[in-house]
């Protein structure tokens, strides 16, 4: 089988594209992908480099069965479009982010997370919870765990229809 890889983005790669991470990568393991589905995350910001998950995103995570432990924030770079086949945003800000320093051969890589839920489909963005309660965090969860259903089984069938860069433009 071939392989495919996801980068999921948010603002400070602290709260939601690591949620995005642990949680994908999870499910990826589960269904004995994991040589197949290359998984990563990052930030558009700097300010939080190299820094484990919020605590509080963490913390739900864990409490959902998801380990973030061992995720560290990056910044996203020029590299990343050519090298990971989908990438993922979490809301319309970091798409406009992305988008600006998108070299002209892979627009159709870059995508919102929520175009892939199908039980959330009255937000197309994942809300940032980082000045909000508790709640956000779950809810960042909630989101994730939805879309990620769905991007699984479109990237199953690519991998068995042979399709490695099927979202290249
Ligand atoms: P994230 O949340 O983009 O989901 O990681 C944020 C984390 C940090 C900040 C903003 C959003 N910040 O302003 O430091």
């Known amino acids: 089988m071939s392989n495919i890889s996801v980068l999921f ?3 400070g790669n602290i709260c939601r594209s ?8 999870q499910m990826v393991g ?3 992908l994991q040589k197949n589905i290359t998984v990563d995350s ?4 700097d300010w939080h480099i190299g820094h484990s998950p919020d605590e509080r995103s ?3 995570a864990l409490a ?16 990343d479009f050519g090298q990971f086949d989908y990438i ?12 600006a320093m998108c070299p002209s051969d892979y627009p159709g890589k870059l995508e919102l997370f929520l175009d892939y839920a199908n039980n959330f489909s009255e937000t197309k963005e994942v809300p940032d919870p980082y000045y909000g309660g508790l709640s956000g965090f ?8 939805d879309a990620s259903k769905t991007l699984l089984s479109t990237m199953k069938s690519s991998l068995q229809a042979g399709q490695s860069k099927q979202k290249q433009s």
């Open 30 to 32: 589960e269904a004995g």
């Open 138 to 145: 779950d809810n960042v969860i909630d989101l994730v765990e």
């Open 88 to 99: 993922l945003v979490m809301d319309k800000q970091n798409l406009l982010d992305v988008q």
């Open 9 to 11: 983005v948010c603002l």
């Open 42 to 45: 990052c930030g558009t910001g």
């Open 18 to 25: 690591p949620t995005a991470h642990g949680v994908f990568e």
């Open 64 to 79: 959902r069965g998801y380990d973030l432990s061992h995720l560290r924030s990056r910044q996203i770079n020029g590299s």
């Open 58 to 60: 963490a913390s739900a």
